[in-house]
Each structure stands twice: as C-alpha cells, then as structure tokens.
C-alpha cells in the first residue's frame, strides 16, 4: 500500500485548505483512510477517518463541524477539506490506513505540512 499527501501550505487564521491522499495498492474490499496530524514538537493526534465502501466517517472533536472527510467516486483520493483554520491547527498531516481514534499500525504516506499564520 502506497499513500502520498500533498496541498499542505499556509494558510491564514479563518482560511481554508484542501489536503489529498492518493492511495494506491489497496488490494481489500473494504478499508479505512484516516487522517493524523502531528503538531510541532508534540505527539500524533487522530483526525478524521472514512470507511470505504459505506464513506461512514469519523472525526475528532476538536475539528468536528470545521473539517470534512470525503473521496470521489473514481480514483483511490481521499480529501480533507478544512476550514475555519486556527493556529493550533498547524502540524503535519499524515493519511494512513488505521482506524478511527487510532495513530499506530497500518501504513502511512510522507505527510503534508500544513502552517496557519497570520
């Protein structure tokens, strides 16, 4: 399984941005992309989560109503669409194939840095 981010840059407080994971080997019927994201010099922190095929998603209260998790019908591309961005949104945003809540097992991308400045 190979996962590659990109659209991280910055971003002004109150701006939006649109993070991509291009996923590519998936061989099962069914599975998880989630995004984590680490914040400068602190641990992983669980994002969002969408199951493929039901796209039930998931997300972490403090993004909740502010960031949406979705993918298109065609190629294996999960977005993070985030909006109303703060400063404590910034870190590096990784998508892996874990479950909702979880920062450990399955495989991950490089990351995306993503920077909300004014």
């Known amino acids: 399984v190979r996962l590659m981010e990109s659209g991280g840059g910055l971003v002004h407080p109150g701006g939006s941005l649109r993070l991509s994971c291009a996923a590519s080997?998936?061989?099962?019927?069914?599975?998880?992309i989630s995004w984590v994201r680490q914040p400068p010099g602190k641990g992983l922190e669980w994002v969002a989560s969408?199951?493929?095929?039901?796209?039930?998603?998931w997300y972490a209260d403090s993004v909740k109503r502010r960031f949406i998790i979705f993918r298109d019908n065609g190629p294996n591309i999960v977005y993070l669409q985030m909006n109303v961005l703060k400063s404590e949104d910034t870190a590096l945003y990784y998508c892996?194939?874990?479950?909702?809540?979880?920062?450990?097992?399955?495989?991950w991308g490089q990351g995306t840095q993503v920077t909300v400045s004014s």
């Open positions: 892996a194939t874990v479950e909702p809540f979880r920062i450990s097992g399955g495989s």
């Open positions: 080997g998936l061989t099962s019927s069914s599975y998880y």
């Open positions: 969408i199951y493929h095929p039901s796209r039930n998603t």
